[in-house]
């Protein structure tokens, strides 16, 4: 990657709690790889986040070597990105105390997603579900990143990152940059197949409810004919038909068909074609993927040096603004 061109940086990161679902790629990681040709990017798998909630620790270092493989399979290149696993790079973790101090509890208190997590996590409410959005903010700022691409889900936690780092400037002077969130026009929230009033979300309990990125086709076609629409028997993207509408998005980003090219094509068509067609189009468009995971998770030291390389020039990128921090707040 070439440093010294100024190109906008976009940052962004995906949890290794689970496979990475198709609401991800689509809302998020397709989006990484064409910023690579326009921007600086960096990338990284989220370890920290992702144990906010219970982890099994065996899982989940399977998870983030996986999940590291799975983003370079999507296309992040380590050519013209930089991609790497969140905790070996430990200014994350740095950054986050310092700005800890500069966020306040009354603006946590309002994330939706520490409502949201709470509320599934009942038994384990802890404080690092709490201040989840202050790392990110660390993620962000470290890199002094321009753009954020991420889903809807996230657009709030980018705009505490601009709180953050409005009032660290006002305090200091320009340390941070002021990040943007970019979040894509079609699927910037793919809905559970299950609740298509509910997010896709990789670590649902129910399998149905989501598509996994390395599901085979079988699977992909039988969730996709499963998933709840309404007995209307009309392919055509209208309020209050949330199946149809999520399933209608899907396709479109994949197919790059607009609503209207999908209406015509399914008129007179019932729910069965259509999901059909949504089903076989969603496995072949995903069967690349699954290929070149696999091939890159047969050699597993080649990705662990991949990541280690990701990690020491990410590290050298973070310790530049974690050192004005210190110097600006007065630690030594
Ligand atoms: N359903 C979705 N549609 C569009 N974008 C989505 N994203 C997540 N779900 C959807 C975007 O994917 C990126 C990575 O997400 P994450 O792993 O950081 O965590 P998340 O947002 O909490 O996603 P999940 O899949 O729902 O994870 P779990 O199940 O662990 O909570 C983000 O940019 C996110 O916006």
Same mark, same amino acid.
């Given at each position: 990657m070439e440093q010294n061109v100024k190109k906008p940086i976009s940052l962004s990161g995906i949890q290794p709690t689970g496979v990475m679902t198709l609401g991800n790629y689509i809302g998020a990681v397709k989006n990484w790889v064409t910023f690579q040709d326009e921007?600086?990017?960096?990338?990284m798998i989220a370890n920290l986040h992702a144990i906010t909630v219970k982890q099994d620790p065996a899982a989940l270092r399977?998870?983030?070597?996986? /999940?590291? +493989? @799975?983003?370079? /399979?999507?296309?992040?290149?380590?050519?013209k990105s930089i991609a790497f696993i969140q905790s070996q790079v430990p200014q994350h973790a740095e950054l986050s105390w310092v700005l800890n101090c500069y966020a306040q509890f009354g603006? !946590?208190?309002r994330m939706t997603q520490f409502k949201d997590k709470s509320r599934k996590h009942a038994d384990n409410i802890n404080v690092g579900l709490?201040?989840?959005?202050? &790392? !990110?903010a660390a993620d962000i700022l470290l890199y002094q990143a321009d753009v954020v691409p991420v889903g809807v889900d996230q657009k709030q936690h980018v705009e505490i990152a601009r709180d953050i780092a409005g009032r660290f400037n006002g305090l200091?002077?320009?340390?941070? *940059? !002021?990040?943007t969130p970019f979040i894509p026009k079609a699927g910037a929230k793919i809905m559970s197949l299950a609740d298509p009033t509910k997010k896709m979300s990789k670590s649902d309990d129910n399998l149905n409810s989501f598509i996994a990125i390395l599901e085979d086709?079988?699977?992909?076609? $039988? *969730?996709? *004919? $499963?998933?709840?629409?309404? %007995?209307? +028997? &009309?392919?055509?993207? $209208?309020?209050?038909?949330d199946g149809i509408n999520n399933l209608m998005t899907i396709y479109s980003v994949v197919t790059g068909k607009s609503f209207e090219e999908i209406e015509r094509e399914f008129e007179g068509k019932g729910y069965g074609d259509f999901k059909l067609a949504v089903g076989e189009t969603v496995a072949d468009y995903l069967a690349p993927v699954k290929d070149r995971f696999n091939a890159l998770m047969g050699d597993? #030291?080649? &990705?662990? %040096? &991949? +990541? #280690?390389?990701?990690?020491?020039k990410a590290s050298r990128l973070a310790r530049r603004t974690l050192s004005k921090?210190? $110097?600006?707040?007065? @630690?030594l």
């Amino acid at each position: 990657m070439e440093q010294n061109v100024k190109k906008p940086i976009s940052l962004s990161g995906i949890q290794p709690t689970g496979v990475m679902t198709l609401g991800n790629y689509i809302g998020a990681v397709k989006n990484w790889v064409t910023f690579q040709d326009e921007c600086d990017c960096i990338y990284m798998i989220a370890n920290l986040h992702a144990i906010t909630v219970k982890q099994d620790p065996a899982a989940l270092r399977k998870n983030t070597l996986e /999940a590291f +493989a @799975l983003i370079l /399979a999507c296309g992040v290149d380590p050519e013209k990105s930089i991609a790497f696993i969140q905790s070996q790079v430990p200014q994350h973790a740095e950054l986050s105390w310092v700005l800890n101090c500069y966020a306040q509890f009354g603006e !946590m208190s309002r994330m939706t997603q520490f409502k949201d997590k709470s509320r599934k996590h009942a038994d384990n409410i802890n404080v690092g579900l709490f201040t989840y959005p202050i &790392l !990110m903010a660390a993620d962000i700022l470290l890199y002094q990143a321009d753009v954020v691409p991420v889903g809807v889900d996230q657009k709030q936690h980018v705009e505490i990152a601009r709180d953050i780092a409005g009032r660290f400037n006002g305090l200091y002077g320009d340390v941070f *940059k !002021m990040p943007t969130p970019f979040i894509p026009k079609a699927g910037a929230k793919i809905m559970s197949l299950a609740d298509p009033t509910k997010k896709m979300s990789k670590s649902d309990d129910n399998l149905n409810s989501f598509i996994a990125i390395l599901e085979d086709k079988d699977s992909i076609i $039988r *969730k996709i *004919k $499963r998933s709840v629409t309404d %007995s209307e +028997a &009309l392919v055509a993207y $209208r309020e209050g038909k949330d199946g149809i509408n999520n399933l209608m998005t899907i396709y479109s980003v994949v197919t790059g068909k607009s609503f209207e090219e999908i209406e015509r094509e399914f008129e007179g068509k019932g729910y069965g074609d259509f999901k059909l067609a949504v089903g076989e189009t969603v496995a072949d468009y995903l069967a690349p993927v699954k290929d070149r995971f696999n091939a890159l998770m047969g050699d597993k #030291a080649y &990705l662990e %040096s &991949l +990541a #280690a390389d990701g990690a020491e020039k990410a590290s050298r990128l973070a310790r530049r603004t974690l050192s004005k921090v210190y $110097r600006k707040v007065g @630690l030594l």
